[in-house]
């Protein structure tokens, strides 16, 4: 009997450890929006968009004003964030929708650095980086893999590519929701590539504009209609399957609820990437209207309703207080990107949504190199540890996993994260410590941002052949990056130049 006592103490010890153990450990939330610009948050500087939910989470955390992606681009800005390493290096752009999984499976990610911290992962939402692999390519009728979770997700609900690209379905895992194997899904470049016997085929939109009846697109988005939506690349099958856009934050935002109700006792790493604001811009019904600014500005509010959800979702299992939740975007702004949606109206300075700045008071936007393309809203809130408030640290999202490292005490595994810094200190407020120097890409262009000097070099590609001369720009004096004075310090552009060049030739950047 006394051993039977002894042995039940033990187990309790051990058990009530774990439980320390857990509660020890905060959970952390990336909330990650698709191109929402600097300028589209009230706490920003936005007027024109109503965003309480994300407003509140500002005042009582930490934001940034200096905060970047690594680059102008999904893709590429999202490989960085979630391995540590810039996208050049891996040649990943956006990808197609059929691209094989961008990620090497061996490639220690973030998500692989929670798990061996004990952590359950998650990703729910867009994905865009790619599914299958090269030599054995997606199969939507199948299981489809590699994918999250080859690299160190436990669960993932995705929307496979972006939702401007086929396929437009859903996949929980390895599988197609409501998959009709009598109506087998083919994706292609072409419809003589996915047009089969047997699976449902969908209207070509280059044939038939008359398909797109919910708004009409162009700029490639116009391949396969889907939903009155044109899209990029073709798809054929999959009926029963296919998602309903303006439902798609509810679905999204139901997943994550449920995923943190159901982990509510272990600790957890959600990585909630949402589809909004990108295009096609297809609100819910109940958001149409919110805005004088079209489908975009209502768009972000719909956005802002779903962080509010999550962080209600946080508050009803009693996880809040010990919750890091990281608000962000993948690149900055754009407006009508191949569809007519409303949401774009011309003025002599540019493209503007009625007065609405959505790059605020920098340069550009997606795709750009410029500030507008890369800095980004980035808000983080821990209560009762994050002291609330807002800091010019320079920091990026590149270095979330060097910093989360440090921060769970654990070792990067030789060769994993070879451009991310350790910048916990930044990102939790108790340093107010810049990078001493950042690199910012885009698709025909590079830069360095060096104490108050942003060098930029410019490369072909088939959108600008002729690339045209580096600029140099103090943002000290010009946050608008308008004077180009690479003229009047030739020196300073030299320094910068050498020092961007033996970065992109060596093997990471880590200092």
Not at 4 to 29: G, H
Not at 52 to 65: C, N, V, W, Y
Not at 240 to 267: G, H, Q
Request: overall charge negative; proline content about 6%; some cysteine.
């Amino acid at each position: 009997m006394r051993n039977r006592l002894v042995i039940i103490s033990l187990l309790c010890n051990c058990l009530a450890q774990v439980i320390f153990a857990a509660l020890e450990k905060p959970n952390v939330v990336i909330i990650y929006g698709d191109d929402v610009g600097y300028g589209d948050i009230g706490v920003y500087g936005s007027e024109k968009i109503p965003t309480p939910h994300i407003d509140a989470l500002a005042t009582s955390g930490l934001r940034f004003t200096d905060a970047h992606c690594s680059a102008a681009t999904c893709s590429p800005s999202r490989f960085s964030m979630l391995t540590g390493i810039f996208g050049f290096r891996a040649n990943v752009r956006i990808l197609a929708p059929n691209a094989p999984l961008a990620i090497p499976v061996d490639t220690f990610t973030i998500a692989d650095l929670f798990k061996e911290a004990g952590y359950q992962t998650a990703v729910i939402g867009k994905w865009h980086l790619g599914l299958g692999s090269k030599e054995a390519p997606a199969d939507w009728n199948g299981q489809v893999k590699p994918g999250p979770l080859e690299i160190g997700f436990d669960y993932s609900f995705l929307l496979p590519s972006t939702n401007d690209r086929v396929p437009c379905v859903y996949l929980d895992n390895y599988t197609v929701v409501n998959h009709d194997p009598n109506d087998p899904i083919f994706v292609g470049f072409s419809p003589e590539q996915v047009n089969r016997p047997g699976s449902h085929s969908y209207p070509d939109g280059r044939e038939n504009r008359q398909a797109m009846t919910y708004y009409q697109s162009s700029h490639g988005h116009n391949h396969s209609v889907i939903n009155g939506i044109g899209r990029i690349g073709f798809m054929s099958g999959g009926k029963a399957a296919l998602w309903d856009d303006e439902t798609m934050a509810d679905v999204f935002v139901d997943k994550a609820r449920n995923y943190i109700r159901t982990n509510k006792d272990a600790p957890f790493f959600l990585f909630f990437s949402s589809q909004d604001i990108h295009v096609p811009r297809a609100p819910h019904p109940r958001f149409q209207g919110k805005t004088e600014l079209g489908y975009r500005g209502d768009a972000m509010v719909q956005f802002d309703w779903c962080v509010g959800q999550i962080i209600e979702a946080l508050k009803t299992s009693d996880l809040l207080e010990n919750t890091i939740v990281i608000f962000s975007s993948d690149n900055g702004p754009t407006y009508d990107d191949g569809y007519v949606d409303g949401s774009t109206v011309k003025t002599s300075k540019g493209n503007n949504d009625q007065g609405h700045y959505a790059a605020g008071p920098f340069r550009g936007g997606k795709y750009q190199i410029y500030e507008g393309g890369t800095r980004v809203p980035l808000i983080i809130s821990w209560p009762d540890t994050i002291k609330p408030g807002s800091t010019n640290a320079l920091v990026n999202q590149i270095d979330f996993v060097h910093s989360f490292a440090t921060f769970l005490d654990l070792d990067l595994p030789k060769g994993a994260a070879l451009d991310s810094r350790d910048t916990i200190d930044a990102f939790l407020g108790k340093s107010n410590q810049s990078l001493p120097y950042m690199l910012e890409e885009a698709a025909n262009a590079v830069a360095i941002r060096k104490d108050q000097w942003k060098y930029i070099e410019f490369h072909a590609s088939k959108y600008r052949p002729n690339p045209g001369p580096a600029e140099l720009y103090d943002l000290s004096a010009d946050i608008a990056e308008v004077n180009n004075v690479i003229a009047e310090h030739p020196q300073v552009a030299k320094s910068l130049r050498k020092q961007l060049s033996t970065i992109q030739a060596s093997s990471g950047i880590r200092k």
